[in-house]
């Protein structure tokens, strides 16, 4: 039994030296056969470039990177598309250093990570990434325009006066790119070197303040708005039963002419109309 084993384990050892001089030997042809050149089996990308010499791999990646940047990127929604091309919205392809990072495939400084390579290399293809970056301004830029075709982004309910009439201006949800989750399966298309044509995806955002909300203020102001106000100035006194407000929380003149002066009553706090008290400030100048 015992000799058996010392046997068995004689053929092991023999094999593995045989391996090991086998690797050593294909790593040795191969280095004198391929000082020049890219290795065998090795690929950047989709592009073989094993045996070419760098001016040759260089021209190749090229051609096959500017191909890819020419493609065209199509995103879908409800039955709209948008497309670009990939070179418009930012994409670049580094094609030295793929290209270097494949010169280095079997070149390595380790003498065991070389032989390793080269028994790799002899049971498999060796496949380089192309090295691809986006410029997101660009591709931000790209995404501003869907996002306009798309709703754009959420608008306030706000209130709307006319003479003494209060009404109330809807809100607007917005409906824009989900940059996040597009990025990502771009990035993905771009990794596997694919067409990019995906759905979409389209983040809703809700307005902060609604029409609801804005019910009790618009209450508040109407009532405001159709009570008189006295204003005086000195000895001069009028009566003002209608204030113009630019806006929700805008500042309003009311003027009251005498003869040399002229009244200004400004509301500087609309916010008073949720509950804080309300306050005029008055100045005088000459006319």
């Not at 030997?25 to 070419?52: C, K, N, Q, S, W």
């Not at 990502?184 to 955002?205: C, S």
């Not at 307005?207 to 209450?219: I, M, N, P, Y």
């Amino acid at each position: 039994m015992r000799s058996r084993l010392r046997v068995l384990a004689g053929r092991l050892v023999f094999a593995l030296a045989a391996s090991l001089l086998g690797a050593l030997a294909a790593l040795v042809v191969i280095r004198a056969t391929h000082a020049d050149t890219f290795y065998p089996a090795v690929e950047i990308a989709d592009v073989p470039v094993g045996g070419m010499t760098r001016d040759q791999a260089r021209a190749a990646l090229a051609s096959r990177a500017d191909a890819f940047n020419g493609s065209v990127a199509t995103y879908t929604h409800e039955g709209r598309a948008w497309s670009a091309s990939l070179a418009d919205i930012g994409v670049s392809a580094d094609v030295d250093a793929a290209l270097q990072e494949a010169w280095q495939v079997g070149r390595e400084d380790a003498a065991l990570d070389r032989l390793a390579t080269a028994t790799g290399l002899l049971q498999q293809d060796r496949q380089v990434p192309l090295p691809l970056a986006i410029d997101r301004t660009r591709l931000d830029a790209w995404f501003d325009l869907i996002d306009i075709d798309l709703g754009g982004k959420p608008g306030n309910a706000s209130l709307a006066i006319d003479g003494t009439t209060v009404a109330i201006l809807p809100e607007k949800d917005g409906f824009l790119v989900d940059r996040q989750l597009a990025s990502a399966e771009l990035v993905e298309d771009l990794r596997q070197l694919t067409p990019v044509n995906e759905a979409l995806p389209v983040a809703h955002v809700p307005a902060k303040v609604t029409a609801r909300d804005l019910e009790a203020a618009r209450g508040q102001l109407a009532i405001a708005l159709s009570t008189p106000l006295q204003v005086r100035q000195g000895k001069a006194s009028g009566t003002c039963h209608q204030l113009r407000w630019a806006s929700s929380w805008s500042r309003t003149s009311i003027r009251r002419r005498s003869a040399r002066r002229r009244s200004r009553c400004r509301w500087i706090n609309l916010r008073s109309l949720h509950g804080s008290t309300r306050r005029c400030a008055r100045r005088s100048t000459r006319r």
